[in-house]
């Protein structure tokens, strides 16, 4: 099977991106790794698929793959790549859309400068929608809110992390780090990510205060490994820093890929992600047959 894709990156967050609007391909799993493969494939964190509107008031369907081929809840970075997509390609003349996402409908918006927001809903800190188990562990207080302190291991001796514990539509693990370039990424982030107490794996974020309006972000994904960027995550980062006091409304998220601008008003109100999208190229692909 020949598809035709597009190769687009959003702070360096690389994605492959489908345009299924006219008839799905029906992709399986294996299928999907072989496009985000780097070496036999075109190469992405995620594969983005644009599908037509599922419902009234929604324009547009927006369904999103790892590199490991599971899909996903939510991709910001991506979100921001689908609305310059569906506008380059003349899928939409409206500069806003309402796009459904498997944990719910977000709105992203070209701005005159080309940066693209995504309104990327309100944050989730209930546990049990995360989802994260707490049972048996005991809150640890802190500024507004709290954190939870999780062994990454059941022997003696093993690393205990403390970690703010959130939803931005998927799960994310925020842990603060004196340097990011130091942090143990590599080491704990796949670790925190199939840690028993996250049922659905979670996504492991090292975050460093530079200032109240400043930070730096690495974010190790679930299903993709550690990324050049992560949307989610520096939402996620954000909210958490505001929650415990670290960090103003309004913050500069500084990634290996370039700085995205979040903004969040308080519990209740949504999350906005601001950061550039770019094609950087187009072709087709011959596709194997894979189960």
């Not at 929608?129 to 001796?157: C, I, M, N, S």
């Not at 049922?199 to 492991?204: L, T």
């Not at 999208?277 to 047959?289: C, L």
């Amino acid at each position: 099977m020949r598809i035709r894709f597009t190769k687009m990156q959003g702070a360096g967050n690389d994605f492959v991106v489908l345009d299924e609007t006219r008839g799905t391909l029906g992709l399986s799993a294996a299928q999907y790794r072989f496009l985000a493969d780097r070496h036999f494939g075109v190469g992405a964190d995620q594969i983005l698929t644009v599908r037509p509107s599922p419902g009234e008031g929604i324009d547009f369907q927006y369904v999103i793959h790892n590199s490991d081929g599971g899909e996903v809840e939510q991709c910001g970075n991506g979100a921001r790549c689908f609305m310059r997509f569906v506008s380059e390609h003349q899928l939409t003349g409206k500069k806003q859309v309402r796009v459904q996402t498997l944990s719910g409908v977000i709105e992203p918006r070209v701005g005159d400068d080309g940066r693209v927001t995504v309104d990327m809903g309100a944050p989730i800190f209930e546990p049990a929608r995360v989802p994260f188990d707490p049972a048996g562990l005991d809150p640890q207080p802190e500024g507004g809110w709290h954190k939870w302190h999780l062994a990454l291991g059941t022997r003696a001796g093993s690393a205990i992390v403390s970690v703010a514990v959130l939803s931005m539509g998927n799960p994310h693990a925020v842990q603060v780090v004196d340097n990011v370039d130091t942090a143990p990424v590599a080491e704990q982030g796949p670790q925190i990510e199939h840690h028993p107490r996250f049922p659905q794996r979670v996504n492991a974020g090292f975050m460093q205060v530079v200032d109240r309006s400043n930070i730096r972000l690495r974010v190790f994904e679930r299903g993709a490994g550690e990324t050049l960027a992560c949307g989610t995550g520096a939402c996620a980062a954000v909210v958490a820093g505001i929650r415990l006091g670290l960090l103003e409304r309004r913050v500069d998220v500084q990634t290996h890929g370039g700085v995205l601008t979040i903004e969040w008003q308080g519990e209740g109100q949504p999350v906005l992600m601001t950061g550039p999208a770019v094609t950087v190229f187009e072709g087709d692909i011959e596709v194997p047959e894979l189960p």
